[in-house]
C-alpha cells in the first residue's frame, strides 16, 4: 500500500522567518500528483500546491514553494516571510496508483510565534 | 469557485441510533468522497463514489454506508452509532482526472454518546 510520511507532528516558526516541512512518499508509479493542503483551525481544508511527478520544475505559489526530490521520494514544502494566518494542519497527499484517490499523511501542526 | 457544503458543523447522537451526514457540491463534479480525520491518524478513506449509484470501499468502511442519488449529493450514513464513531467527518469532491485535486467541505463534528 502506498504510505505518505510526515516526520514533524508539530513545527513552530517566527513570523516572518522561513520553515520547512518534511513530506516522504512511496509508490512504484512514474506519473503521479502530490499536494500540500493546509486545514486552518475550525475552517475548511484547502489546497496549498501541487505538483506533477513528471515536471523537474518544483512548484512555487507566492510565498509557498516546494522541493521535489523525485529519486529520494521526497516533498517538502517552504514556507517564506511566514504569517500568523499560516497558522494550521498542512497534509501532504498522493495520488494513488493511477485512481482518483489520494493518500494523505498525519498532518503537521504549524505554529506561527509574533 | 467549487462549493462543497455539509449538513451540519456539530451533531451529538447516542449509541445505537441512525445517522445520515449530508454533502452537496456545486461544481458537477463525478468524485465524491467521505474521510474521516482523527487526531495523530490524518485523514482515512471511508468511501468514494464515481458516479451516482457507483461507490468503492476505502480504507475504514466498517460500520459505515453510503447513497448517492444524485450527482450533487453524497451521503455517509452510519446504520448504528457507537463512541468510536465519534470524530471529524470530511467530505471532498473532484472532477475525473488530472490534476486530481480534491475540494473539501468544512467537516461535520460528530459525537456519539
Known amino acids: 500500500a502506498q504510505t505518505v510520511t510526515q516526520s514533524q507532528p508539530e513545527m513552530s516558526v517566527q513570523e516572518a522567518e522561513t520553515v520547512t516541512l518534511s513530506c516522504t512518499y512511496d509508490?512504484?508509479?512514474?506519473?503521479?500528483?502530490l499536494f500540500w493542503y493546509k486545514q486552518p483551525p475550525s475552517r475548511q481544508m484547502i489546497l496549498v500546491i501541487r505538483q506533477e511527478a513528471y515536471k523537474q520544475q518544483n512548484a512555487t505559489e507566492n510565498r509557498f514553494s516546494v522541493n521535489f526530490q523525485k529519486a529520494a521520494k521526497s516533498f517538502s514544502l517552504k514556507i517564506s516571510d511566514s504569517q500568523l494566518g499560516d497558522a494550521a494542519m498542512y497534509f501532504c497527499?498522493?495520488?494513488?496508483?493511477?485512481?482518483?484517490?489520494?493518500?494523505f499523511g498525519k498532518g503537521t501542526k504549524l505554529t506561527v510565534n509574533p | 469557485d467549487v462549493k462543497v457544503t455539509q449538513s451540519s458543523r456539530y451533531l451529538v447522537k447516542r449509541t445505537g441510533e441512525k445517522v445520515f451526514l449530508e454533502c452537496v457540491q456545486d461544481?458537477?463534479?463525478?468524485?465524491m468522497f467521505w474521510y474521516r480525520q482523527d487526531p495523530g491518524l490524518g485523514l482515512r478513506l471511508i468511501y468514494f463514489?464515481?458516479?451516482?449509484?457507483?461507490?468503492e470501499k476505502g480504507d475504514i468502511p466498517e460500520g459505515y454506508s453510503v447513497s448517492r442519488e444524485k450527482k450533487e449529493r453524497f451521503s455517509l450514513i452510519l446504520e448504528s452509532a457507537s463512541t468510536n464513531q465519534t470524530s471529524m467527518y470530511l467530505c471532498a469532491s473532484s472532477h475525473p482526472g488530472s490534476p486530481y485535486e480534491q475540494y473539501f467541505g468544512p467537516g461535520t463534528r460528530l459525537t456519539v454518546t
Open positions: 463514489s464515481y458516479d451516482v449509484k457507483m461507490k
Open positions: 497527499a498522493q495520488t494513488q496508483g493511477g485512481s482518483e484517490k489520494l493518500v
Open positions: 509508490t512504484s508509479e512514474s506519473d503521479y500528483y
Open positions: 461544481m458537477d463534479h463525478e468524485n
